[in-house]
């Protein structure tokens, strides 16, 4: 899951100028892409541009491979399921920002001994199960101080607010539809393009009758919202 959202990360914060040094299925790889992976693989020694013709090569199939894989989830896993990843993988970060003393983990054993039983229904010694006890822990500390500053209003009562607010950004996004050309440049991102002017990827392809598969191209205009 971790390497999953580095990976993910690293392709979705990629510059709206950086450099494109091959392409896959249609998709870009970028130099900074490349130099983020070495910055980690070589311990900051190596960069795209002193690598050899066969080393660059090498790298870019990698890289393809990784984008590929991206593109593809993206495309198969649901919405929810994205959802739950991002979920575990800010929890994760959370806890991993936390220490818990070695007294409270054992008492928390103690507490709860009953429970940790194997197939045979004998019970598992500590050593066994600390780390999963240690991890449940620090994720309710986590979710303790998240709930500590929600506010739960039972009904519809709460939605009141968001009404509102999405009442003014429908206005706003009614507003900016007065359509304008953007001619794509070299380095170019369809998520760069809808960021710079404050819609989303889905609404510029709307805008501009692109499937969710086809690619920009240097030269191609574009309709965009007036800014």
């Known amino acids: 899951m971790k390497k ?36 980690v693989a070589t311990k900051g ?10 080393d660059k090569k090498a790298l870019v199939d990698r890289l ?6 991206l ?7 649901s919405k929810a399921e994205q959802d739950r990843v991002i979920a575990g993988y800010w929890l994760q970060k959370k806890v991993a920002k ?13 507490e709860n001994k009953k429970f940790f039983k194997d197939k045979k229904g ?22 303790a101080k998240l709930m500590k500053k929600a506010k739960v209003v039972m009904g519809t009562k709460g939605l009141k607010s968001r009404k509102k607010s999405s009442r003014k950004s429908s206005k706003s996004t009614k507003k900016s539809n007065s359509k304008n050309i ?26 501009n009758d692109m499937s969710d598969s086809e690619v920009i191209k240097i030269g191609q205009k574009l309709k965009v919202p007036s800014k």
Not at 45 to 54: E, F, N, Q, R, S
Not at 64 to 69: C, E, Q, S
Not at 185 to 195: K, P, R, V
């Open 45 to 54: 020694k190596a960069t795209y541009k002193v690598l050899t013709p066969k």
């Open 122 to 143: 004998k019970t598992l010694p500590y050593s066994k199960v600390k780390d999963i006890i240690k991890t449940s822990l620090l994720q309710k500390k986590v979710v």
């Open 64 to 69: 393809a491979v990784d984008k590929l894989v």
């Open 98 to 110: 936390l220490k818990i003393g070695s007294k409270e983990i054992k008492k928390a054993y103690k």
């Open 71 to 77: 593109k593809t989830a993206l495309k198969e896993v």
């Open 182 to 207: 953007y001619v794509v440049e070299s380095g170019n991102t369809l998520s760069g393009i809808a960021n710079k002017y404050g819609i989303t990827t889905k609404e510029l392809r709307k805008m």
């Open 4 to 39: 999953f959202m580095l990976l993910f990360a690293l392709l979705v914060s990629t510059s709206v100028y950086a450099k494109v040094i091959a392409t896959v299925n249609g998709y870009p790889i970028y130099e900074k892409e490349a130099n983020t992976f070495l910055k």
